[in-house]
């Protein structure tokens, strides 16, 4: 039977198997915990950096809708093995001292994709969703990703402005954004001068805004979710990152 984004969605929410497995890697002298869903003869792989939550069930379904189109997923871990924060005050806190040490954080995300490559391969694709997408943002700007020669990335609901000021480096890979024009926590008004950024660095881009949709519209169990918002969304990246990797590079 083919799945259909709808379906895929649906099953998820209801509660679908997992096929994947937890896996553990080191930075920053601190134990990590990833989440990786492999794919049959998979295109590419997809690291997902998560919520300020941590490592959730959200992040493993989204795995393995991936793992179920044909790329390998690895759900990244940016707290550390046991450390997820709990209440609002706590989520708060690690979601600041995360960004206010740029070099652990650089530490942290070149650990998870380096585990990443050793489980899937070279062929990479950064998504974030809220901090995560601040987390893979941090990787364009840093000029990481460049280095590591990623392949894309796609930012739902996350800050793409920099208040460091940097610009976005040219020969960045190209940038899919999902965001909710109603989002309160992420003003979609950020879009304006990113927009502009991404132009003057010559990135291809592709910035899907979603009218009424407010801040992790996309998350299963979120109280912003929206499933129809969320299936248009989800087939927008999903076109991105198969045009991404059109070419199999893997065969």
Known sequence: MKITIGTAIALLIAGAAEAGSAVGYS?????????????QDARATVVILPTWNGISDYEKDRAEMLA???????VGDLHGKGKLPRTMEEKAAAHDAL??????????????IATAEDLGGPDILVMGYSMGGG?????????????MGIDGYAIFSGRV?????????????????????????????????FRDDLKMANVAHRIETYPG?????????????????DQKSWAAF?????????EDKRS
């Open 27 to 39: 930075a920053d002298e601190t134990s990590f915990e990833g989440y990786f869903a492999p794919a």
């Open 68 to 74: 179920e189109i044909g790329y390998d997923a690895f």
């Open 99 to 112: 960004f206010a040490d740029s070099a652990r954080l650089e530490e942290i995300l070149l650990a998870t």
């Open 135 to 147: 987390a893979a943002m941090e990787i364009v700007r840093s000029g990481l990703g460049a280095d």
């Open 161 to 193: 402005s920099d208040p460091a000021g940097r610009m976005i480096p040219e020969g960045t890979a190209p940038i899919f954004v999902a965001h909710g024009e109603a989002d309160t926590r992420i003003p979609v008004s950020q879009l304006v001068n």
């Open 213 to 229: 949709a407010g801040h992790l519209f996309s998350a299963f169990g979120f109280p912003n979710y929206d499933l129809e918002t």
């Open 238 to 246: 999903t076109e991105f990152l198969n045009t991404t990797f059109a």
